[in-house]
């Protein structure tokens, strides 16, 4: 499944129509963001969590969902279950963002 960009303007109703949501909060000029955005796009299209939506958003064009989730650093992974935060971690490592997809689906 294709990684979705999320905006303010949408991220409520995206969290209120998918049951399993797992984002990915990144600013243009985070270094670290860009390295782990291929290894995103490869997450979403793991058939492992083909029931996960992946979601994209600049967290700074964005400070609502950015609230949300409790951004403290970037990047930041946020794991949405049922329109409720479950978790969220400021984290460039994959083993970390697979264990919070993990948690997400046994939710």
């Known amino acids: 499944m294709p990684v979705t960009i999320s905006t303010d303007q949408n991220f409520d109703q995206q969290l ?6 797992i ?4 600013a243009d ?3 670290s963001c860009k390295l782990f955005a291929p290894k995103y796009r490869r997450l979403a299209d793991d058939s492992r969590f083909e029931d996960v939506i992946f979601l ?3 967290a700074e064009q964005n400070p609502e ?9 970037l990047p ?4 949405f279950s049922n329109g ?15 264990s919070m997809i993990e948690k997400l689906i046994q939710s």
């Open 16 to 21: 209120n129509e998918s049951p399993k949501i």
């Open 84 to 98: 409720k935060l479950l978790t969220g971690e400021a984290t460039s490592k994959e083993e970390n963002v697979v």
């Open 29 to 31: 000029w985070c270094g």
């Open 23 to 26: 984002v990915k909060f990144y």
């Open 76 to 79: 930041f992974f946020a794991a």
């Open 56 to 58: 994209d958003i600049n």
């Open 65 to 73: 969902a950015r609230k949300s989730a409790g951004v403290n650093n």
